[in-house]
């Protein structure tokens, strides 16, 4: 009634980040700061899982705790279904819930979703819109006013019409799809829009590691633009790989007491499975976490520990696919890792310190890794894309649908990219160096100003503007002396002996070929002299020279090659 | 975007014989670009979608959106509070205030009840920086005149208080607006009726007030309406007209009289509001259309309702008439037939009686015919006992039976031992079959 009297209602936006086994929601407090929602059982994380028993529905946490004894009943890991048909999907990860099965040209669910005994076809873009209206629920709740749009993250490998289906099963639930960003961009969002984030160039790799599977992506931030240069994914890897590991291992120390396999036994894995999944999130806190299941098999109660080193070193392989993901994703950006800046780690299984550490070890010195083991100050990598997305949403709610569309169209956010870097050379008399001021891949147009200090007794300066490259350039150190080592350090024999052959290696700029060249005469002794560079998109360029404070500036433009 | 990497290394001194028009010496391009798609997040890709999409550079786009957040601040301050201030208001005094529209004063005429507490504060600002006696004085009017300033005040006095808002809201007389004229009323009713009760309901407890609509209102939308107004619910208070309580001592009698003359006032000028409400909403219903709309869609309804019983009831009668004239028919059908059928069987009989009469003549005159089996002229005695035989026999054989035998009897025609042995035989089948007495029979035994 009161939306018919207004005309329309006003619009209030949120954060949605909808995962295949947790969704988050988040918006922007008054005092601008990102903050994750609690649903009403106060989970930050809120299992993507709808129970049915007797037409009352279950979410989240209690439905997943349904996985055990309703399983036939609960829907889990849809999201990657919607939008796609039967033949195309991966079943695996519904093994232990409802299974998906084909009606029409999609996927869907047979459930006893109402009190009636027999099972109804519920497709996934229905049970997407019941989902999606709980999360709405939870919100609206929690800020006392009706949240009616949102911004929700999705994967960078989201086709079309996956998109397309998430956007009408939104409409059905009431939420108002304000855009669709991808999760690896929201969360390097997430980290600039802190208040005390600067707008640097940087190169961020963004792990993604989720429950069932990992994405990585390489972020090129250039003046708060955001590119992405290549995308990695592994759908089979992610926390349920970990989780796997201490099933097994539990398993087999049931077994051993025992003579009996739980994971034979549907519920008795299913169990593990819940179970399991705790421990190893207790895991990532606490160097040591218990297990103990009622009942597991055969009316046998289990009990036991796990330490954190035995679960690193059982899962050792599962880590070496977490970092052969990364490596991979760099490469396939055409970098190498000593061009990284920052590595995010994103999504739940992010809290593993085991894995953060592995690429500390991967990454050079300068490199930061932003995951809560590595960095104090980290973002709880579970809640990144939701901030992101709030974030997004606070910046476009204001917007028209037409105006949002046409910003996110392909005329606008195709964009010519610098191929290569563009700076400033240095010519002593002992050598050349090249101080790159707008990085490669920066997209156009764009402007960029920097102070160089002039010579200290002053006089005319050159200004030789180049394009550059970037070599890696390897040094073997000199074999030093083996040294004896103490016998109590076992454990880091390893990292020792391969420290001791590995080569050094150091970025090298080189200048590959000028631009331009001016000249600032007059240059007063100890002050500085301001270059600003600008690029348009047809790769004309227009340069300015001049001393800080001074009023003549030396000005030239080169025309475009397009 | 405009900050300035700084970077602290020297630059090289200009090399002997380095020359150049306007010391500008273009060497080369750039390599190709590639094309990417970046991510449409952020507040500079933002940034940079407004500058394509508006064409803009860079400097240019700073520049618009700085104008704008300028504009925004600008026309915060200035808000339409400009208006100014009649002559004759200026010469007001101060000690009338009562009788002074507040917010006239404070130039706030377009607003009126509607105006925010904030904008009040507004108002009465901009006001005492036109009006300070103290500016009036530097400007060099010496006039000594504040009292505008005063009026200035007590304005800003009754309106930031929001019981004595109220109470001055409640007998604001520009804010009335009165009910249309009949002649008003009959061109556009809704629109001329329609800004009375946005006005009125400024009074009412209960808000949202539920508006007059348009023709195409439900009519429940149209019964809350007129069940809303015709229980209205007002605040409305009179205390505003109060006449002044002397406070000079003159004694409590006069102080008590005069308040009782008040309550005695404000309670007969809230009636008075009460029935002016009500007189009006009997003006407004007895103009309504709509009203006269749903009664005839009512009635229509009601008339169709009773129409379908009436000639439900016509059917059913019609029915049971059809139903007891079929009955009849198939009654007097079943009549005839049942009489023909009798007629019929009367006929059959009474053919078989004449049939069985003429056999039984037949038999009578066969054994009369051969001369009662006796060789010349018959002995009595011969002849009764043929007759009792006969008469024996006639009586103990059925009717077929008389027939088969009147028919042996015609063949064996007056040839005495065919009849004879006719009899006879006749005669064994009944013995044999019981119906006769051995030694009964005795002519044809």
């Given at each position: 009634?009161g939306?018919?009297?207004?005309?329309v209602?006003?619009r209030?936006?949120?954060g949605i980040s909808f995962?295949?086994s947790?969704?988050s929601?988040a918006?922007?407090?008054?005092?601008?700061?990102?903050?994750?929602?609690?649903?009403?059982e106060g989970?930050?994380?809120?299992p993507t899982v709808l129970?049915?028993?007797?037409?009352?529905?279950?979410?989240?946490?209690q439905a997943?705790?349904q996985l055990i004894?309703?399983?036939g009943?609960?829907v889990a890991?849809?999201?990657d279904?919607?939008g796609?048909?039967?033949?195309?999907?991966d079943?695996?990860?519904?093994?232990?819930?409802?299974?998906p099965q084909q009606?029409d040209?999609?996927v869907?669910?047979?459930i006893?979703?109402?009190?009636?005994?027999?099972?109804?076809?519920?497709?996934v873009?229905e049970i997407?819109?019941?989902?999606l209206?709980r999360?709405?629920?939870?919100?609206?709740?929690f800020?006392g006013?009706?949240v009616?749009?949102a911004v929700?993250t999705?994967p960078?490998d989201?086709?079309?019409?996956q998109?397309?289906?998430?956007?009408a099963?939104?409409k059905?639930?009431?939420?108002?799809?304000?855009?669709?960003?991808s999760e690896p961009?929201?969360?390097v969002?997430?980290?600039?829009a802190?208040p005390?984030?600067?707008?640097?160039?940087?190169?961020?790799?963004v792990?993604d590691l989720?429950?069932?599977?990992?994405d990585?992506a390489v972020?090129a931030?250039?003046g708060?633009?955001?590119t992405?240069?290549?995308?990695a994914?592994?759908y089979e890897?992610?926390?349920a790989?970990l989780?796997?590991?201490?099933?097994?291992?539990?398993?087999?120390e049931f077994?051993?007491k025992?003579q009996?396999?739980?994971?034979?036994?549907?519920?008795?894995?299913a169990?593990?499975?819940?179970?399991g999944?705790?421990?190893?999130?207790?895991?990532?806190?606490?160097t040591?976490s218990?297990?103990?299941i009622e009942?597991?098999?055969?009316g046998?109660d289990f009990?036991s520990?796990?330490?954190r080193?035995?679960?690193?070193?059982?899962?050792?392989?599962?880590?070496?696919q977490f970092t052969?993901?990364?490596?991979?994703a760099?490469?396939?950006a055409?970098?190498?890792?000593?061009?990284?800046d920052?590595?995010?780690?994103?999504?739940?299984t992010s809290h593993?310190?085991?894995?953060?550490h592995?690429?500390?070890?991967i990454f050079?010195?300068?490199?930061?890794?932003?995951?809560?083991?590595t960095?104090t100050?980290a973002?709880?990598?579970s809640?990144?894309?939701?901030r992101?997305?709030?974030?997004q949403?606070?910046?476009?709610?204001?917007?028209d649908h037409?105006d949002i569309?046409?910003?996110?169209?392909?005329?606008v956010t195709v964009?010519?990219?610098?191929s290569?870097?563009i700076?400033?050379?240095f010519?002593?008399?002992?050598?050349t160096?090249f101080?790159?001021?707008l990085n490669a891949?920066?997209?156009?147009?764009?402007r960029?100003?920097?102070?160089?200090?002039a010579?200290?007794?002053?006089?005319d300066v050159?200004?030789r503007?180049?394009?550059g490259a970037r070599?890696i350039?390897?040094?073997?150190p000199?074999?030093k002396p083996k040294?004896?080592?103490?016998?109590?350090?076992?454990?880091?024999?390893f990292?020792?002996e391969?420290?001791e052959?590995?080569e050094?290696r150091?970025?090298v700029?080189?200048?590959?070929q000028?631009v331009?060249?001016?000249?600032?005469?007059?240059v007063?002794?100890?002050?500085k002299v301001?270059v600003?560079?600008?690029?348009?998109?047809?790769?004309?360029?227009q340069?300015?020279v001049?001393e800080?404070?001074?009023s003549?500036?030396?000005r030239g433009?080169?025309?475009?090659?397009? | 975007?405009a900050?300035?990497?700084v970077?602290n290394v020297?630059?090289?001194?200009l090399?002997?014989?380095w020359?150049?028009e306007?010391?500008f010496?273009?060497v080369?391009?750039l390599s190709?670009?590639t094309?990417?798609?970046?991510?449409?997040?952020?507040?500079?890709f933002?940034?940079?979608?407004?500058?394509?999409r508006?064409?803009?550079?860079?400097?240019e786009?700073e520049?618009l959106q700085a104008q704008?957040?300028?504009k925004?601040t600008?026309?915060e301050?200035?808000?339409?509070?400009?208006?100014?201030e009649?002559?004759m208001?200026?010469?007001?005094?101060?000690?009338?205030?009562?009788?002074?529209?507040?917010?006239?004063v404070?130039?706030?005429?377009k607003?009126?009840?509607?105006?925010?507490p904030?904008?009040?504060?507004?108002?009465?600002?901009k006001?005492v920086?036109?009006h300070?006696?103290?500016k009036k004085?530097a400007m060099?009017?010496?006039?000594?005149?504040?009292?505008?300033?005063?009026?200035i005040?007590?304005?800003t006095?009754v309106?930031?208080?929001?019981i004595?808002?109220?109470?001055f809201?409640?007998?604001?007389?520009?804010?009335?607006?009165?009910?249309p004229?009949?002649?008003?009323?009959?061109?556009?009713?809704f629109?001329?009726?329609?800004p009375?009760?946005e006005?009125?309901?400024?009074?009412s407890?209960?808000q949202?007030?539920?508006?007059l609509?348009d023709?195409?209102?439900t009519?429940?939308?149209v019964e809350?309406?007129?069940n809303?107004?015709y229980?209205?619910?007002?605040?409305?208070?009179f205390?505003?007209?109060?006449?002044?309580?002397?406070d000079?001592?003159?004694?409590r009698?006069?102080?008590?009289h005069t308040e009782?003359?008040?309550a005695n006032?404000?309670?007969?000028r809230?009636?008075?509001d009460?029935v002016?409400l009500?007189?009006?909403?009997?003006e407004?219903?007895?103009?309504?259309?709509?009203?006269?709309?749903?009664r005839q869609?009512?009635?229509?309804?009601?008339d169709?309702?009773?129409k379908?019983?009436?000639d439900?009831?016509?059917?059913l009668?019609e029915?049971?008439?059809?139903a007891?004239l079929?009955?009849e028919q198939?009654?007097k059908?079943?009549e005839e037939?049942a009489?023909?059928?009798r007629e019929?069987?009367k006929?059959?009989?009474?053919?078989?009686?004449?049939?069985s009469?003429k056999?039984?003549?037949?038999?009578?005159?066969?054994?009369?015919?051969?001369?009662y089996?006796a060789d010349g002229?018959?002995?009595a005695s011969q002849?009764d006992?043929?007759l009792?035989?006969?008469?024996l026999?006639?009586?103990?054989?059925?009717v077929d039976?008389?027939?088969a035998?009147?028919?042996k009897?015609?063949?064996a025609?007056?040839?005495?031992?065919?009849?004879?042995s006719?009899?006879?035989?006749?005669?064994?089948?009944l013995?044999?079959?019981?119906?006769?007495?051995e030694?009964?029979?005795?002519?044809f035994a």
């Amino acid at each position: 009634m009161g939306d018919a009297a207004n005309g329309v209602a006003e619009r209030f936006a949120i954060g949605i980040s909808f995962g295949n086994s947790c969704s988050s929601i988040a918006r922007i407090s008054p005092d601008g700061k990102a903050e994750v929602i609690a649903n009403e059982e106060g989970d930050r994380q809120i299992p993507t899982v709808l129970s049915y028993i007797e037409g009352e529905e279950y979410h989240g946490t209690q439905a997943k705790s349904q996985l055990i004894r309703n399983s036939g009943n609960t829907v889990a890991y849809f999201r990657d279904y919607l939008g796609k048909d039967f033949k195309s999907i991966d079943p695996t990860p519904c093994h232990a819930s409802a299974h998906p099965q084909q009606s029409d040209s999609t996927v869907a669910f047979s459930i006893r979703d109402s009190p009636s005994e027999t099972p109804n076809s519920v497709t996934v873009s229905e049970i997407t819109t019941r989902h999606l209206r709980r999360l709405k629920q939870s919100a609206t709740d929690f800020l006392g006013k009706d949240v009616n749009a949102a911004v929700i993250t999705v994967p960078t490998d989201f086709s079309d019409a996956q998109r397309e289906a998430l956007v009408a099963a939104a409409k059905n639930a009431g939420i108002d799809v304000l855009q669709l960003i991808s999760e690896p961009v929201a969360a390097v969002m997430a980290y600039d829009a802190r208040p005390e984030a600067t707008v640097t160039d940087k190169l961020t790799v963004v792990a993604d590691l989720g429950g069932t599977r990992s994405d990585v992506a390489v972020v090129a931030c250039r003046g708060g633009i955001y590119t992405i240069l290549a995308t990695a994914h592994d759908y089979e890897l992610g926390g349920a790989s970990l989780d796997q590991v201490i099933i097994d291992h539990f398993a087999k120390e049931f077994q051993k007491k025992h003579q009996v396999d739980p994971r034979q036994d549907v519920r008795g894995l299913a169990k593990l499975k819940l179970e399991g999944e705790a421990t190893r999130k207790a895991l990532s806190l606490s160097t040591n976490s218990q297990l103990s299941i009622e009942s597991l098999t055969n009316g046998i109660d289990f009990g036991s520990t796990v330490n954190r080193t035995r679960f690193e070193l059982l899962s050792g392989k599962v880590f070496s696919q977490f970092t052969g993901l990364i490596e991979q994703a760099v490469q396939k950006a055409n970098l190498d890792v000593l061009d990284i800046d920052e590595v995010i780690f994103s999504g739940g299984t992010s809290h593993t310190p085991k894995i953060a550490h592995l690429a500390r070890n991967i990454f050079p010195e300068k490199t930061a890794i932003l995951a809560p083991s590595t960095l104090t100050s980290a973002i709880n990598p579970s809640e990144l894309s939701a901030r992101g997305a709030a974030f997004q949403a606070s910046l476009v709610q204001e917007f028209d649908h037409e105006d949002i569309e046409q910003s996110i169209h392909p005329m606008v956010t195709v964009t010519p990219h610098l191929s290569k870097a563009i700076g400033v050379e240095f010519t002593s008399s002992t050598e050349t160096t090249f101080q790159p001021l707008l990085n490669a891949e920066t997209a156009l147009p764009a402007r960029r100003i920097a102070h160089y200090s002039a010579p200290k007794e002053g006089g005319d300066v050159l200004v030789r503007v180049c394009e550059g490259a970037r070599n890696i350039k390897v040094t073997k150190p000199e074999p030093k002396p083996k040294e004896e080592k103490p016998a109590d350090d076992e454990d880091s024999d390893f990292s020792d002996e391969d420290d001791e052959e590995e080569e050094i290696r150091e970025i090298v700029w080189k200048t590959e070929q000028p631009v331009a060249e001016l000249a600032v005469k007059g240059v007063k002794a100890g002050s500085k002299v301001e270059v600003m560079v600008h690029v348009n998109p047809d790769l004309g360029l227009q340069i300015a020279v001049r001393e800080v404070g001074g009023s003549s500036a030396v000005r030239g433009a080169i025309n475009g090659s397009a | 975007m405009a900050a300035a990497q700084v970077v602290n290394v020297s630059l090289p001194s200009l090399p002997q014989g380095w020359s150049a028009e306007k010391d500008f010496k273009p060497v080369g391009g750039l390599s190709a670009a590639t094309q990417r798609n970046i991510e449409p997040v952020g507040p500079y890709f933002l940034a940079h979608a407004r500058r394509k999409r508006h064409n803009r550079t860079f400097s240019e786009d700073e520049r618009l959106q700085a104008q704008n957040n300028a504009k925004k601040t600008e026309d915060e301050e200035n808000m339409d509070i400009s208006e100014d201030e009649d002559p004759m208001m200026l010469s007001r005094e101060a000690k009338d205030w009562k009788g002074q529209d507040h917010y006239a004063v404070l130039g706030l005429t377009k607003y009126r009840w509607r105006a925010t507490p904030e904008q009040i504060k507004k108002a009465h600002r901009k006001k005492v920086l036109r009006h300070h006696p103290d500016k009036k004085a530097a400007m060099g009017k010496s006039d000594e005149n504040d009292s505008f300033f005063k009026c200035i005040q007590k304005a800003t006095e009754v309106l930031s208080d929001p019981i004595r808002r109220r109470q001055f809201d409640s007998v604001d007389e520009a804010a009335e607006i009165d009910p249309p004229s009949k002649k008003a009323a009959s061109k556009d009713y809704f629109k001329a009726w329609g800004p009375i009760f946005e006005a009125e309901g400024r009074f009412s407890n209960k808000q949202p007030v539920p508006q007059l609509g348009d023709d195409n209102s439900t009519q429940e939308e149209v019964e809350t309406f007129y069940n809303f107004w015709y229980n209205f619910d007002s605040w409305r208070t009179f205390e505003y007209l109060d006449e002044d309580i002397p406070d000079d001592g003159e004694g409590r009698d006069q102080k008590r009289h005069t308040e009782k003359k008040n309550a005695n006032a404000r309670r007969k000028r809230k009636q008075e509001d009460n029935v002016r409400l009500r007189e009006m909403m009997d003006e407004l219903m007895a103009g309504d259309e709509r009203i006269k709309k749903f009664r005839q869609q009512a009635r229509a309804g009601k008339d169709a309702k009773r129409k379908a019983k009436e000639d439900e009831a016509k059917r059913l009668v019609e029915e049971k008439e059809r139903a007891r004239l079929e009955k009849e028919q198939q009654e007097k059908a079943a009549e005839e037939a049942a009489k023909a059928e009798r007629e019929k069987n009367k006929k059959a009989k009474e053919a078989a009686k004449n049939a069985s009469k003429k056999n039984k003549r037949v038999l009578k005159s066969s054994v009369k015919d051969v001369n009662y089996f006796a060789d010349g002229e018959a002995s009595a005695s011969q002849v009764d006992s043929v007759l009792t035989d006969v008469e024996l026999i006639m009586g103990k054989i059925d009717v077929d039976e008389l027939a088969a035998l009147a028919e042996k009897l015609t063949i064996a025609g007056k040839d005495g031992s065919a009849v004879k042995s006719a009899w006879t035989a006749e005669g064994q089948r009944l013995v044999g079959a019981g119906k006769v007495k051995e030694g009964d029979l005795k002519a044809f035994a």
